[in-house]
Every structure is written in C-alpha cells, then in structure tokens.
C-alpha cells in the first residue's frame, strides 16, 4: 500500500489515462487512417494465423509454465483440468461445459490436493 | 441526442445484436473468472480501490494493467509504463489491420469506437461469424453485441475482485477458468493440418522466448506462427500439385500462359506427332 501515499493521485491518473489512449490506438491502429495502407498479399494471407498465434502464446505458459520456467511434474493440477477440458470440447463442441468439466477436475486436485 | 438514441435502439433490436450476445455467452464465464481474478491482483500490487476501478473502466486491457502495474508501484517512469503497455498490447495492433477489412466503410469516430471495444476473444468469435473479410450490414451490430456482453462480463467481475480483494484468496487458482475459456476458443479454431501445426509452434515459440520482457514472446509466437502456416500452405500446394500432362502439336505454338507453366516445372511438356 506503499505508493498510493507516495505517489499524489495526480500521476497515476496521468498514466490510467495515457494506457486508455494507448489502448485506443493499438487496438484500432490499421483503421485509424483513412486509404488503406498497402501490404504484401503473402502477408495477409500469413495474418490469418496470428489470432491463433496470439492465443496459442497466451495459453501455453499458463498451462505449462511454473514461475517463468517449465513445469518439472506432471502432478499439477492443470494438466488433467486442460486435457479432460479439451477432451469434453472435441466430444461436445461447447466452451462453457469445456471451462464447467475443466474446473471440475481442476478444483478438488488443486486446493484439495494442493497440485 | 435523439438520433444517437435512435441509432442505438436500431443497433440493439437488430437480430445480429443477439448473435453476438449469443455467441460470446458461452466465453463470458471464463472471462468473468479472470476479471475478478485480475482486479484482485490489482488492489494486491497496492493499489487503492477508487483508482483500480478508474484503471479498469479507462484501461480496458486486463493483460496491460497486470503487466504495468508492478512497474508503477516501484514508480517506474511514465514512459516505460506506457512502452510497456504497448509492446503487450502489440498482438491488437495487428489484429486492427484485419478489423480494417470488415469496417472499413464507417465514419473513423466509429472506426475508433470499434477498435477500443475489440477484445481477443470478440476477434475469434467474429471472424468465425464472418469468414469472408468483407464488410456486410449485419456485422456492426453483432459487434456491438458481442462487445457489450463482453465489457459487462470484464468490468463487473474485476469491479466486484477489487472490492472484495481481501476475501477472494488468488491460491484458489480461479483464473484457470479463463485460461480454460481461451482454450475452448482456440480448439474451437484448429481445423486443418495448417492451424494445428501453427498452433503447436506457436506454443513452443511462446514458452521457449518466455524469458523475453515485455511479453514480446506473444509477439515471436505469432512470427514463428505466421511463418510456419505459409510454409506449411506452400508445401501442401507443391504435393497436391497432380501430374498432368500438356499436349502440344509438334508444329503449334505454346500458349504464352502454358509455356510459363511448363518453365515453372508445374507441367511436363511432351511433344507428339499425330497423324
């Protein structure tokens, strides 16, 4: 609670506002101009597995990772909740029963085991 | 004023609205687990709660908030926050480009509006809706949609872990929900032989740059992604290439067309005389 005393409330509403514009202009930056700008067509065909891509990249440490470095045991509680989680969606295609079955397994392994 | 209201009463009795709310329904509870999860964690790096609800309400970028908030409370300068924030918010910038294609057509204040609203799993949902990047009437209130469902299901939980960061305990490992969520949307887009192998690269390339800061391995995922899918679309043009066989008069011209195609390799050339 060191910095909110530190600091007056003048900064960090200075920096939340200057973050919403920087969310702002990078999450609508190609739409910003008005003539579209030109990109090579192997590029736009490769963009099309970015969103994957960027999925992909945020998933895998979570499951995968420990403290920035690759998990040593598969006894983590994470591991089965994603593969019973995935195993459901490829049965059943429906996110929300995916996250529901996945917790499930989750839950009672992590607390109650402490995986 | 009238107008604007009238425009948004059209927008939300639209039937595509109900296609957006519907489609991000399924998401919403993972994304909701993450947001309390993400507003806990922001009061925990010590901030007050009048503030991290600004910050949620302005910023509207959980992986952001979470990536400059340690660097505020060490009071790190305001432009390596803001260059942090950027290079994490690195991934949207080259989704824009893509948004382009669909919402080309409007006025830019509501180009603008679109972008800031545009989130990675409305992204997912709305180019499964509209596979055909092109604009179509119907798409900007399913965006709308899409996005008022998710910004209620981000705001009010990380509101509600703000306001109850002492009781909701992070050891509970609530935010596996909204690894989970993420994880149904990204099955959800693996259908061919190209999008699995991007995706199993991508994840290699994201836990072995997991060392770089700023969360740019994001970034070198999607490269290595981006690289391994034309690679791999490449490849399978060159074996689904079928012999064939390119008959000629041995007196006649090769059509210009077909003399680049033979030169190329895609066609053996033979030569026959017939009777």
Not at chain 1, 25 to 30: A, K, L, Q, T
Not at chain 1, 36 to 60: F, H
Not at chain 2, 104 to 133: E, N, T, W
Request: charged share 15%.
């Amino acid at each position: 609670m060191s910095w909110s005393f530190d600091w007056s409330w003048v900064e960090p509403t200075i920096a939340f506002l200057g973050l919403g514009v920087i969310t702002l202009i990078s999450r609508s930056f190609f739409m910003i101009p008005e003539r579209e700008l030109a990109m090579p067509d192997w590029l736009k065909r490769g963009l099309k597995y970015a969103p994957l891509a960027a999925l992909t990249a945020v998933i895998a440490p979570e499951l995968f990772m420990t403290q920035g470095e690759f998990i040593h045991t598969l006894r983590d509680a994470r591991l089965p909740g994603a593969l019973c989680a995935a195993a459901y969606y490829f049965c059943r295609r429906d996110i929300l029963g995916t996250i529901v079955i996945g917790m499930a397994v989750y839950l009672p392994l992590h607390i109650g085991w402490g995986w | 004023m009238n107008t604007a209201v009238a425009a948004v009463r059209t927008t939300v009795r639209d039937p595509a609205f109900r296609w957006g709310l519907k489609d991000m329904l399924a998401t919403s509870l993972g994304i909701g687990a993450w947001g309390l999860v993400t507003g806990v964690a922001m009061v925990k790096t010590g901030l007050s709660a009048p503030m991290a609800i600004f910050m949620s309400l302005v910023v509207y970028a959980g992986s952001a908030q979470l990536a400059v908030l340690p660097l505020m409370a060490v009071g790190a300068p305001l432009w390596v926050v803001w260059l942090t924030a950027s290079c994490v918010n690195l991934r949207f910038i080259i989704f824009s480009s893509m948004w382009r294609n669909y919402f080309h057509p409007l006025p830019r204040r509501q180009r603008l509006a679109v972008g800031y609203f545009s989130g990675d799993v409305i992204f997912v949902a709305f180019m499964k809706r509209f596979p055909q990047q092109e604009p179509r009437p119907e798409q900007v209130p399913y965006f709308w949609g899409a996005a008022s469902l998710n910004w209620l299901c981000w705001q009010v939980p990380t509101i509600t872990g703000i306001l109850l960061a002492n009781t909701v305990p992070l050891s509970w490992g609530l935010g596996f929900a909204g690894v989970l969520a993420l994880l149904g949307v990204l099955l959800s887009m693996l259908f061919d032989r190209a999008s699995w192998i991007a995706a199993a690269v991508a994840a290699t390339a994201a836990i072995a740059a997991f060392a770089l800061p700023l969360k740019l391995n994001i970034l070198v995922a999607i490269a290595a992604a981006v690289t391994a899918g034309l690679l791999i679309e490449a490849a399978d043009r060159h074996l689904r290439r079928k012999p064939q066989v390119l008959l000629v008069p041995a007196d006649g011209a090769l059509p210009p067309a077909e003399r680049e195609r033979v030169e190329q390799g895609d066609v053996p050339l033979r030569e026959e005389r017939h009777p």
